[in-house]
């Protein structure tokens, strides 16, 4: 039987059937690494997608621009941060700054109703309001009621206010209740606590109260008490001729500089809590 002749592959023939020569023969400089031989790569693999950036491409959108003139169509208005005692004539809101990193002293003018919804709006803002009066018993009901179930608004006799620790993530309201002479207090204004002094009247020991004020809140008041402050305050006599037929929850709040006619209009949570705005208890 005959077989046929057996062929080699091209580059082999005249070699020793049996016997292979290795792809790779070491040398004297031979570094003992085996060299890799990369094939061609097909034209798939030589397209490349190239595009600017990282990640996915967004939307094309155009940018948002605008000119300098018409910055101020989008810009806020930004106004004090405090408490919310009412509007001023021009219907705009007028805020009661009292937590503030320097002592300040206020003296209201007027009666218990205003200086409740003073300390009601003052919680509200996250203030802890101590009430000192000789009269608890009109300041109870407002202690529970605010808060929702929080002790934020606790009352103290008269000289028996304690120290209360006031700081600026946790700001304090105190509320002097004590009469148309109050004694002097224990606890006075220091940074992040306000101390607000409600005088029935301007009576004669009054003018001391006004005239180390920072702010001063006075309803209607009788013409001879006008007298007392235009000596104390030097409130031009265009506004203190008001003052005598202001309404029941209207306030003139003043300084040495500035004056403003201030509505507190109660809310109704307020009305049902307090009653309605009332000058005399």
């Not at 070699?15 to 031989?37: E, F, K, Y």
């Not at 009269?135 to 929702?148: C, I, S, T, Y």
């Not at 301007?202 to 702010?215: C, G, K, M, N, T």
Request: aromatic letters at 4%; glycine letters at 10%.
């Amino acid at each position: 039987m005959s077989y046929p002749p057996q062929t080699m592959p091209p580059g082999q023939q005249g070699r020793t059937p049996g016997r292979t020569t290795p792809a790779h023969v070491a040398s004297p400089t031979d570094t003992g690494m085996i060299p890799i031989i990369r094939q061609p790569e097909t034209p798939q693999q030589q397209r490349r997608i190239v595009s600017p950036g990282f990640g996915l491409r967004g939307p094309r959108r155009n940018r948002h621009v605008v000119t300098a003139d018409e910055l101020a169509a989008i810009s806020m208005p930004i106004g004090d941060d405090g408490v919310l005692i009412g509007t001023d004539p021009e219907s705009q809101p007028a805020v009661l700054g009292l937590s503030r990193p320097t002592a300040f002293d206020v003296v209201l003018v007027g009666g218990l109703w205003l200086a409740q919804v003073l300390a009601l709006r003052a919680a509200a803002t996250g203030a802890r309001v101590g009430v000192e009066t000789g009269r608890p018993q009109v300041w109870q009901q407002l202690a529970q009621a605010a808060g929702g179930g929080q002790q934020c608004v606790t009352v103290y006799p008269v000289g028996r206010v304690p120290a209360q620790g006031p700081s600026v993530s946790s700001p304090v309201v105190l509320i002097r209740d004590c009469g148309v002479r109050p004694p002097r207090g224990r606890v006075t204004s220091v940074p992040w606590q306000a101390v607000v002094t409600v005088l029935p009247y301007v009576s004669e020991h009054a003018p001391r109260w006004l005239a180390q004020a920072q702010l001063v809140g006075i309803q209607r008041i009788s013409p001879q008490e006008i007298e007392v402050v235009r000596d104390t305050l030097g409130v031009p006599n265009e506004h203190l001729q008001h003052l005598p037929a202001l309404h029941e929850g209207a306030a003139l709040w003043c300084t040495r500089k500035h004056h403003k006619f201030v509505m507190t209009e109660p809310t109704d949570a307020e009305t049902g809590l307090l009653g309605v705005a009332r000058r005399m208890d």
